[in-house]
């Protein structure tokens, strides 16, 4: 694991605000409860990528894409649930934030659609994780900012992989619709929210 941080430049751009630091605050002072739905959004983030899967099958550069993705994603729960047994950190259900559903409830019904829509709301998923771990990680002792770090190159890449899957699926230009999402987005993010979640706008204003 190392401490270098890639090029979040398109990252940055591509998002319409950053996390608050109402929400770091937040983290640093729930740091099971992060590493808890860390691990879930990895097992949701591989599971979405096998439904895309399951669902278009005469896509190849979509199965080989979300092929890749799942194992790594499968990969990184791997490691956190190792880091939350290390400290010893129950793994207990939690509710799941509003932000994933808030996205997806805006996900249209008809193809091609329905698809592109559900790509760029990975798109936006994987930035704003992105966004996140470089975000908490300069606040974290040294076991958990090297793994934060060492999750960036690869969200970054998922982000660009959904991104291309999106404009690919359709001839019409994604922009307006990319754009549409992300204002969604952006409220889901700056809003409050009842409890904190690795996904959640602001705990505790709801």
């Not at 592109?116 to 990975?122: A, K, Q, R």
Request: glycine share 4%; charged share 30%; proline share 4%.
């Amino acid at each position: 694991m190392s401490n270098e941080v890639p090029d979040l430049s398109a990252i940055h751009e591509f998002l319409l605000c950053q996390t608050p630091d109402a929400w770091i605050e937040a983290a640093l002072a729930e740091p099971e409860m992060m590493l808890v739905d860390h691990a879930n959004c990895e097992k949701k983030a591989a599971g979405t990528a096998l439904n895309l899967m399951f669902r278009y099958l005469d896509n190849f550069d979509l199965l080989n894409k979300m092929s890749r993705l799942a194992r790594e994603e499968l990969r990184h729960f791997e490691q956190v649930i190792a880091i939350m047994k290390k400290r010893g950190i129950a793994y207990p259900h939690i509710s799941a934030s509003r932000y994933a559903a808030g996205l997806r409830k805006e996900v249209r019904g008809a193809e091609p659609g329905r698809l592109v829509d559900t790509l760029i709301c990975g798109a936006i998923i994987e930035a704003r994780s992105c966004e996140r771990f470089a975000r908490i990680a300069p606040h974290l002792d040294d076991e958990l900012q090297k793994f934060y770090y060492s999750l960036l190159k690869s969200e970054a890449r998922h982000f660009r992989d959904y991104l291309t899957l999106a404009q690919n699926a359709t001839e019409e230009d994604i922009a307006p619709r990319v754009q549409a999402l992300l204002e969604v987005e952006q409220r889901l993010v700056e809003e409050g929210d009842k409890e904190f979640r690795f996904h959640s706008g602001v705990p505790g204003q709801a």
